[in-house]
């Protein structure tokens, strides 16, 4: 009966106008006073910020922050699968025949998680990671390969939220949720980066629309605040770390495992 409750109350949050209202004032300089309380309540390590807290005019501003040069290592390894993001591992295993098993309790597929795109037959033996971002992280997007970006594609949605009670209590979040999704052609193959929004997201944007290619490491595009990005790798083409596993916290960045 309390499942239903909630069930219930996060679908009427998860409307689009309610996101946009919040994102509106977090994008407004009276969100300004709130930077230091919100740095505060969820730990954020602001020494790393680019730029000292009384800087940011808003409260976004803040959250979709860079960091200082040198605040994360980008693995050198040529042949390396960098983290796209600072995250904590919530999903990660090889795609049975189209069927990702058993994110939070629940499948998912490849033909949903990309929109029917006709892209997803590169990746129906591939492997999938799913990468939760807290409030707590750094909220920017980077490439986890070097390589051309062959094709992006925004698919509306809602904002359910992406946490624990969303994956394991709402009906395929993931791809039911907004998302912008983007190709990378690189030296083994291809990679999906897919963002996908969540409850008082006010948006998910490209650092550079235009965009036709990307360093390891290179900034993609940033969450206003806490929200999933699921990374695909194409059939053949991914080794994972002995230690990837769900649980596991990730630095942006960090490998993940081999390009084969």
């Known amino acids: 009966m309390l499942d239903s409750f909630f069930r219930a109350m996060t679908e009427l949050s998860s409307r689009k106008w309610i996101s946009a209202l919040t994102g509106r004032f977090a994008q407004s300089t009276a969100s300004r006073i709130f930077i230091k309380k919100f740095a505060n309540m969820y730990g954020i390590k602001i020494e790393e910020a680019e730029k000292p807290l009384h800087e940011y005019r808003t409260l976004n501003e803040f959250f979709t922050r860079r960091l200082k040069p040198g605040a994360r290592t980008i693995d050198s390894g040529s042949d390396s699968l960098a983290s796209p993001v600072d995250a904590l591992v919530t999903g990660a295993g090889p795609v049975d025949a189209g069927t990702i098993l058993n994110i939070k309790g629940q499948d998912y597929t490849v033909d949903q998680l990309l929109n ?134 990730v630095r942006m960045g960090e490998r993940l495992g081999k390009l084969i």
Do not use: W
């Open 116 to 249: 029917q795109s006709p892209r997803k037959e590169n990746y129906m033996n591939g492997y999938c990671m799913v990468l939760y971002l807290s409030p707590t992280d750094y909220h920017r997007i980077h490439s986890p390969v070097k390589g051309l970006i062959v094709e992006r594609e925004h698919v509306p949605g809602k904002v359910y939220p992406v946490n624990d009670f969303g994956l394991t209590r709402m009906r395929h979040v993931l791809s039911r949720n907004e998302r912008l999704i983007t190709y990378i052609q690189h030296e083994k193959g291809e990679a999906a980066v897919v963002k996908v929004g969540a409850m008082n997201v006010s948006s998910i944007r490209y650092i550079d629309p235009a965009q036709q290619s990307a360093d390891r490491g290179g900034e993609l595009a940033c969450f206003a605040f806490g929200s999933t990005v699921v990374l695909l790798l194409e059939d053949g083409t991914f080794e994972p770390r002995a230690d990837l596993k769900v649980g596991l916290k």
